[in-house]
């Protein structure tokens, strides 16, 4: 008899925050449902969680469960089967310069300057700003023993940092943040390229990237990673 190794779900409470305005999507409000923080989720039902669609953000394990809509669909890269195009070559040479180095601690006044000048350009308009320390501690600074911050630096200096934890099936891309006055470098999309780099060299099988929204412009980048699985009706669909 084959054991069933399938992590038990149903003993997780699960909350529903109120409704609040999307932060992609101007028309629509959004319902997340995320797992009680103080529940025991380890490693293996993390990986779990995430093939069912479920992302971190800071401490919480979340999943959008919004009353009308469902136009965010959980992605992620079999990079088995990933080839990079054109932009992307171009992207990894562009940026061969740089020195990337996983760590798992950082200097919090070195990350935190690039953090609040990126957030202040890129996502001005958003719900995470204005930034603050407090707001950083939550959301990057709260790491699991899995979390990696991975350092690329420019000539010794810190341009880019993306957060990631290690699953057993693959990487989970928690966020990333770098210089906007090095905008020509594609450093968002050179950080995905060095995280499938990272994933193959690991024998894993998949790069999470959250989730993809086809009408965000924020989401566009997603949609050059080819092949792609989407998470739809239970189960991932793989598209070019």
Same mark, same amino acid.
């Given at each position: 008899?084959?054991?069933?190794?399938?992590?038990?779900?149903?003993?997780?409470?699960? !909350?529903?925050?109120?409704?609040?305005?999307?932060?992609?999507?101007?028309? /629509?409000?959004?319902?997340?449902?995320?797992?009680?923080?103080?529940?025991?989720?380890?490693?293996?039902?993390?990986?779990?969680?995430?093939?069912?669609?479920?992302?971190?953000?800071?401490?919480? @394990?979340?999943?959008?469960?919004?009353?009308?809509?469902?136009?965010?669909?959980?992605?992620?890269?079999?990079?088995?089967?990933?080839?990079?195009? /054109? &932009? &992307?070559?171009?992207?990894?040479?562009?940026?061969?310069? %740089?020195?990337?180095?996983?760590? *798992?601690?950082?200097?919090?006044?070195?990350?935190?300057?690039?953090? &609040?000048?990126?957030?202040? *350009?890129?996502?001005?308009?958003?719900?995470?700003?204005?930034?603050?320390?407090?707001?950083?501690?939550?959301?990057?600074?709260?790491?699991?023993?899995?979390?990696?911050?991975?350092?690329?630096?420019?000539?010794?200096?810190?341009?880019?940092?993306?957060?990631?934890?290690? %699953?057993?099936?693959? @990487?989970?891309?928690?966020?990333?943040?770098?210089?906007?006055? %090095?905008?020509?470098?594609?450093?968002? *999309?050179?950080?995905?390229?060095?995280?499938?780099?990272?994933?193959?060299?690991?024998? @894993?099988?998949?790069?999470?990237?959250?989730?993809?929204?086809?009408?965000?412009?924020?989401?566009? !980048?997603?949609?050059?990673?080819?092949?792609? &699985?989407?998470?739809?009706?239970?189960?991932? @669909?793989?598209?070019?």
């Amino acid at each position: 008899m084959t054991r069933d190794i399938t992590p038990d779900i149903r003993k997780i409470k699960l !909350y529903l925050t109120e409704p609040h305005p999307c932060s992609y999507l101007e028309d /629509r409000e959004a319902t997340t449902a995320f797992i009680d923080p103080r529940a025991e989720v380890g490693s293996r039902l993390y990986d779990y969680l995430s093939q069912l669609g479920f992302r971190r953000s800071g401490r919480y @394990l979340y999943i959008p469960r919004c009353a009308s809509c469902h136009a965010c669909i959980p992605v992620r890269i079999p990079v088995a089967r990933f080839t990079p195009n /054109r &932009q &992307q070559r171009r992207c990894a040479k562009r940026n061969a310069d %740089l020195v990337v180095t996983p760590v *798992t601690r950082v200097d919090k006044q070195e990350h935190y300057e690039i953090y &609040q000048k990126y957030i202040a *350009t890129r996502h001005r308009d958003g719900d995470m700003f204005p930034v603050s320390v407090g707001q950083y501690d939550d959301f990057i600074g709260a790491q699991r023993d899995s979390t990696r911050y991975l350092e690329f630096r420019l000539d010794g200096a810190l341009v880019c940092c993306a957060v990631v934890d290690w %699953l057993q099936s693959g @990487l989970s891309a928690i966020y990333t943040y770098f210089d906007p006055d %090095l905008d020509r470098r594609s450093l968002g *999309t050179f950080a995905i390229l060095k995280q499938i780099e990272l994933t193959e060299e690991a024998g @894993l099988e998949y790069v999470y990237l959250g989730y993809w929204i086809r009408d965000s412009d924020k989401m566009r !980048y997603k949609s050059g990673f080819k092949p792609k &699985q989407l998470y739809i009706e239970n189960r991932w @669909l793989e598209v070019g």
